[in-house]
Every structure is written in structure tokens, then in C-alpha cells.
């Protein structure tokens, strides 16, 4: 097991060494398929869809904000980058905290290509 936090590691991703084809033809980063990798595949195949759905299509790019509650709800903010929100989706409960131990995560989707915010 990874001895620092999961957030730690979110943080550390910086550019990427491949890309990895994913659902939906959308392309991940490294940092992206390590989300995928720890127990959150689900969010990741979720963005994914909404990406390419009619809401955030015509973007250019997409700022994806994940963020969990207290109470292990959470919600999901796709916006155009500039504070247009494109799209909303909440979720009754997650485990994300248990796995990654932060509560908030940024996503950005542009060029066909999805990458944690420190990877753009």
C-alpha cells in the first residue's frame, strides 16, 4: 500500500507519460487512470459519458468539479471553465474519502483527452 495520502498523489500528476483509451473514445491521463485504478472507475466512466453527451459537447474544454460532503453524498459540477454551468449530477453516496482521503477533485476534458487539473 502507497504509504503518503491518495490526495498527495492526485497532486503529484504533472503532464503524463501515455495516454490509455477509454469509454466513449474519450483518452486518459496517467493521473486519470489512477483514479480508475483505485476503486473509481465509476466517476471516471460517469464523466466520460457526460463529456459526449449533448450537455458539454460543444465545449471546447470542460472543468469537471467532484466534490464529496460529510455525509458521503456528493456532486458533480461540469462547467465550461469559465463558471457556465453545462451540467450538474449528484450522487446519494460514495466511498471516494475512504479510497482518496481528499473530498474534492478536478477533472479537465479537452482534445478528446481527460486529465486531473494538475496534468493541463
Do not use: P, R
Not at 474519450?26 to 487512470?33: E, H, N
Not at 455525509?71 to 451540467?87: H, M, R, S
Amino acid at each position: 500500500m502507497i504509504n503518503q495520502t491518495q490526495q498527495q498523489i492526485l497532486n503529484d500528476f504533472h503532464g503524463t507519460t501515455q495516454y490509455y483509451n477509454g469509454f466513449m473514445n474519450v483518452k486518459y491521463t496517467d493521473g486519470v487512470y489512477f483514479v480508475m485504478e483505485n476503486n473509481a472507475s465509476w466517476l471516471v466512466t460517469d464523466i466520460s459519458v457526460i463529456v459526449k453527451s449533448e450537455s458539454c459537447s460543444k465545449e471546447e474544454f470542460v472543468a469537471v468539479n467532484f466534490k464529496v460532503n460529510e455525509d458521503n453524498t456528493a456532486k458533480v459540477i461540469y462547467t465550461d471553465g469559465n463558471n457556465k454551468q453545462l451540467y450538474t449530477q449528484s450522487y446519494g453516496y460514495t466511498d471516494f474519502k475512504k479510497h482518496f482521503k481528499e473530498n474534492e477533485v478536478t477533472f479537465y476534458y479537452t482534445d478528446g483527452v481527460l486529465m486531473l487539473s494538475g496534468e493541463y
